[in-house]
């Protein structure tokens, strides 16, 4: 079944036509949980053809990434909402941890049928379910790809101060009574200032798009539990703890001014990886799949020409 996807009114011109033909729209159900995906089929398939399977990051669903998936039409993509986000339930049993996302990776390439030749991109946080995944199973995937990866330690450094802010935020509205605590979650004004900070780009229609796509789809969570238990995982793992196991060639694509995985971060990761390309995109941030999706992509198809099947 072909499905458009519903869009804020402010994004047309930024996501192409032609994405919505290669679109179909699916649900699975994997250990009880109702899995939506959506699959962008190769305008014309190649022998660089690969299929390449989407992790988004906390708060996020597969909207974020349409903008890269719209760049690569000789790519097949498979973007899940994560369990716990968008259109997908949060999990029938068990806490939402970046192990048990790792479980959810492995149910879904089985119920998918994808093989170890399947690229494995994740995106922030995406970017530490990915890279746990892979260093927990090795050969599952090659070879992967992480954009503004999560290289280091939240809750340390110049942004530790930040973190811990964000985190006494999300237990709060956890303990808060139930309306008063979606309200806070789901506030327009501080989802806003969330938008602000991650957006460098000085184009105002450009900031006028992303802000339009985080205010319809960062608060599209199932409950205040799973959000908080995704957020603890998302802070207290990273990267660089299981770098030394990620020996299938991986790409960092970076943003030159992200103040979330900063770029010396980014360098020490890099050094850490047995097999790495590490890309970085001047004068953005955290929001390279919005603001740069063309350069991500070209990154994307020249590592995965030199890395074929």
Not at 167 to 186: E, I, K, N, Q
Request: charged letters at 20%; hydrophobic letters at 45%.
């Amino acid at each position: 079944m072909k499905t458009a996807h519903p869009q804020p009114s402010s994004t047309p011109s930024y996501i192409s036509p032609e994405l919505e033909t290669r679109t179909t729209a699916s649900v699975t159900e994997l250990d009880g949980t109702a899995v939506a995906y959506w699959t962008y089929e190769p305008a014309r398939v190649t022998p660089d053809t690969r299929t390449i399977l989407v992790i988004h990051g906390f708060r996020g669903d597969h909207h974020g990434l349409l903008r890269v998936a719209d760049q690569l039409p000789g790519m097949r993509i498979i973007m899940p909402d994560l369990p716990g986000f968008g259109s997908s339930e949060a999990f029938a049993a068990g806490p939402h941890t970046v192990e048990r996302y790792g479980r959810f990776i492995t149910d879904f390439m089985a119920a998918l049928d994808l093989g170890p030749d399947t690229v494995l991109l994740g995106h922030s946080f995406g970017s530490i379910i990915a890279a746990h995944f892979v260093a927990a199973h090795p050969g599952a995937v090659n070879p992967l790809i992480l954009i503004n990866p999560i290289a280091a330690p939240a809750l340390e450094g110049p942004k530790g101060i930040m973190t811990k802010l964000a985190v006494l935020y999300y237990r709060l509205a956890a303990r808060l009574p139930r309306a008063l605590g979606l309200s806070l979650l789901r506030s327009p004004l501080i989802v806003r200032v969330m938008s602000e900070a991650m957006a460098k780009t000085g184009d105002k229609e450009l900031r006028r798009f992303i802000h339009g796509q985080h205010h319809a789809y960062f608060s599209a969570f199932a409950n205040r539990e799973s959000l908080l238990e995704s957020f603890t995982a998302s802070v207290g793992s990273h990267v660089a703890e299981v770098a030394g196991k990620l020996t299938l060639p991986v790409l960092l694509i970076a943003g030159e001014k992200d103040e979330i995985a900063t770029l010396p971060d980014q360098h020490r990761l890099a050094a850490l990886l047995p097999d790495c390309s590490l890309k970085v995109i001047p004068g953005v941030g955290h929001l390279i799949h919005y603001e740069t999706p063309g350069p991500a992509a070209r990154f994307i198809s020249s590592f995965l020409k030199d890395h074929p099947a």
